[in-house]
Every structure is written in structure tokens, then in C-alpha cells.
């Protein structure tokens, strides 16, 4: 079975603090995914990469940042918090164009 | 823009009964389909993907796909009250299919 884990469920910060979102997959996909859902929006690509230090923006990059050093790694920075990204953080992993699979994701509060 | 559209709902059907979940596209580039249930507080977890036109059954889940009507739809048969869930549609962007366009999803309730 894949398996993408991500280092926090919950995660409280304050307003202009760096924040670090870790995920990491053990399947071996090249691609990996950074979404935020929240009520009424739906998922929102805001990251993706395709390779090893490769990335590319989605759809809201503003205000985040990526880091992909490993092929099992990918991380999604908030460089200054703000209470506009609170939500949930949803990791995504895939091979080639097949099926995305997710991590259980992190709700982060930002007051 | 690519687009997926999903009625909201809720949808709400009793035990037992089918249950119709529709997902319309707007790029006729688009390759493959899947089909996601999201539990309320939980991450998507995938149920059903299709590549061809017609139908593929996996156990009590039928998704449908017809590319001419850009249409893709999933039927659960024998409802339970466990399915209730908001159901996802997400379709392979074209050339860069590596990309999923999501739908905002369906609530499904099944009531006992």
C-alpha cells in the first residue's frame, strides 16, 4: 500500500511566524503535490513537483514556498504566517498520471 | 480554465438504494478519471478510477465514463449509512496529465 505521511495533524502558529510542512512518501513516486482545502473552495493546487529539486507553481503559490531535496521529501513553507492560511494541508504522491494518493493531512491555525 | 463541476448536494438516499454521483468536464484533452470519498475531517482516499469509455465495477462502485458528453459519473449500489462521505471527481489535466483537476464534490447521506 502507498503510505504519505505528513509531520503534524494539527499545528498552531502565530501571524509572521516560518512554518514547515513536511511529507513524505515510500512508494517511490516521482511526483509529489501540495493542496490546501478549505470549505466551499475545494482542494487547491498550491506546489507541485515532478522530479528531485524540480517544482513548479499551481494555482495559489503566493506566500509559499517548496523544497524537494530527496525524491521522498516534500516540503511546503509558509516564509510569514498569516491568519488567510489557516486550512487544511493536504500532501498528494503519484507515479506518472495515475491516481494521487494523500496524506491524512494538517490543519493548521494561524492566529 | 479547466473545470470540473459536481452538484454540492447533499444528496441524500436511504440504505439500500443507488446512489447516482455525476461529474462534468470541460477538457476533451482529458485522459483519466478517479473518483475520491472524503470523510468529514479526513484526507481523500481514492475509490475508483476509469481510462476508456463504458462502465468498470469494483465490487459495489460503478464508475461511468462517456467522452463524448464529457461526463463521469459513479454509482453505489446498496447503499450504507458507512458511505456517507463527500464524494470527489478529479480528471487528468491533458498534456501535463500528471496534474489533477479536482470538483468541489458531492455530499453524499445515506440514511438508515
Known amino acids: 500500500d502507498v503510505k504519505v505521511t505528513q509531520s503534524s495533524r494539527y499545528l498552531v502558529k502565530r501571524t509572521g511566524e516560518k512554518v514547515f510542512l513536511e511529507c513524505v512518501q515510500d512508494?517511490?513516486?516521482?511526483?509529489m503535490f501540495w493542496y490546501r482545502q478549505d470549505p466551499g473552495l475545494g482542494l487547491r493546487l498550491i506546489y507541485f513537483?515532478?522530479?528531485?529539486?524540480?517544482?513548479e507553481k499551481g494555482d495559489i503559490p503566493e506566500g509559499y514556498s517548496v523544497s524537494r531535496e530527496k525524491k521522498e521529501r516534500f516540503s511546503l513553507i509558509l516564509e510569514s504566517a498569516s491568519t488567510n492560511q489557516t486550512s487544511m494541508y493536504l500532501c498528494?504522491?503519484?507515479?506518472?498520471?495515475?491516481?494521487?494518493?494523500f496524506g491524512p493531512g494538517t490543519r493548521l491555525t494561524v492566529t | 480554465q479547466k473545470e470540473v463541476e459536481q452538484n454540492s448536494g447533499p444528496l441524500s438516499v436511504p440504505e439500500g438504494a443507488i446512489a447516482s454521483l455525476n461529474c462534468t468536464y470541460s477538457?476533451?484533452?482529458?485522459?483519466?478519471f478517479f473518483w475520491y470519498r472524503q470523510y468529514s475531517g479526513k484526507s481523500p482516499e481514492l475509490i475508483m478510477f476509469?481510462?476508456?469509455?463504458g462502465d468498470k465495477e469494483d465490487g459495489r462502485f460503478t464508475a461511468q465514463l462517456n467522452k463524448a458528453s464529457q461526463y463521469v459519473s459513479l454509482l453505489i449500489r446498496d447503499s450504507q449509512p458507512s458511505d456517507s462521505a463527500t464524494y470527489l471527481c478529479?480528471?487528468?489535466?491533458?498534456?501535463?496529465?500528471?496534474?489533477?483537476?479536482f470538483g468541489k464534490g458531492t455530499l453524499l447521506t445515506v440514511n438508515p
Open positions: 478529479a480528471v487528468s489535466s491533458g498534456g501535463s496529465n500528471y496534474k489533477l483537476t
Open positions: 498528494a504522491s503519484s507515479s506518472g498520471p495515475a491516481a494521487q494518493y
Open positions: 513537483s515532478y522530479d528531485v529539486k524540480m517544482k
Open positions: 512508494m517511490d513516486h516521482e511526483n
Open positions: 477538457d476533451r484533452g482529458s485522459q483519466s
Open positions: 476509469i481510462y476508456s469509455n
